[in-house]
């Protein structure tokens, strides 16, 4: 189902607050740390665990790139409500925005 420019951005809001909560920063910070120890710790022999590793570091990237790509899709979304919002308003209220800067 398509979402509406409206979820588009409320999307955006949302994926904000994650991505600035500190418990989300704290999981994460905590995920790579943990997958980084067990690379180390992994045997050199054993290529497929290694992948494996790696795999999951780039899943963690990926779901916060993820997450920046909603802001920027919400920000985007917003800019559109706004300028349509602006451009299907009378002209005597654009006049009179114009004249009261609101």
């Given at each position: 189902m398509k979402k509406t420019e409206q979820q588009i951005a409320t999307l955006g809001v949302e994926a904000r607050?994650?991505?600035?909560?500190?418990?989300?920063?704290?999981?994460?910070?905590?995920?790579?740390?943990?997958?980084?120890?067990?690379?180390?710790k992994a045997d050199m022999r054993d290529a497929e665990g290694q992948r494996l590793l790696l795999q999951q570091l780039k899943l963690v990237d990926r779901i916060k790139?993820?997450?920046?790509?909603?802001?920027?899709?919400?920000?985007?979304?917003?800019?559109?409500?706004?300028?349509?919002?602006?451009?299907?308003?009378?002209?005597?209220?654009?006049?009179?925005?114009?004249?009261?800067g609101r």
């Open positions: 607050l994650v991505l600035d909560s500190p418990a989300f920063d704290e999981a994460f910070e905590r995920m790579d740390a943990t997958i980084m120890n067990a690379l180390r790139v993820t997450l920046r790509g909603m802001i920027e899709h919400g920000k985007l979304a917003q800019a559109k409500i706004d300028a349509d919002d602006i451009r299907d308003e009378s002209r005597l209220r654009r006049g009179l925005r114009q004249v009261t």
